[in-house]
């Protein structure tokens, strides 16, 4: 299986807002509400900022949004700071009981 | 605080085997899937497998299926990865994670270890 497609890289300035996709298919993004968005430093371990599509985990700032339209979802990144600049993954079950990510992408603060 | 700590990383000729561990400590190991996931230098993330709490459930990815497997020791509050067949596009570094509530299978992930990296080369 393929990965679920993200765009390369996404820009903004500070206190803008950015939006990321993430495409896949009805087998895996449109067929359940298991999406997930990690977040990645150069280095580090990635770092869950939405589970189910819009959950929060604890401590995770309500910048951070998540929504799904069909077989496609997106995270919303509000307010855009400098420590939000890193690599971001989406993840989704799919029907063929594995787990796909993202192609990843590359978020910039200008 | 909860913690997983891999071991076992290193270089490795094609063909041959290696064995990763994952420790943890902090929390109830036994209630918890476990799964591993890779990334190869530069590249995304990939799923690797998962095991469920008590060992009953495992599923792995299609790239790896047939040639890893994975086990765990709650006695030891471990996790395993044995990796048999290694080819040079399994370099990566691999990480383990842990389910975010008990009763999950699939994910998310909300603790990982800090990786241990795989060189498959000969």
Redesign the interface.
Known sequence: ?S?LTQPASVSGSPGQSITISCTGTSSDVGGYD?V?W?Q?HPGK????MI??VSSR?SGVSNRFSGSKSGNTASLTISGLQAEDEADY?C?S?TSS????????TRVTVL | QVQLVESGGGVVQPGRSLRLSCAASGFTFSAYAVHWVRQAPGKGLEWVALISYDGSNKHYADSVKGRFTISRDNSRNTLYLQMNSLRPEDTAVYYCARDLEPVLLWGPFDYWGQGTLVTVSS
């Open positions: 299986q990965a298991y997930s990690y990645q371990a990635p770092k869950l589970f189910e985990p993954y993840s079950y009981n594995t787990l796909l990510f993202g192609t990843g």
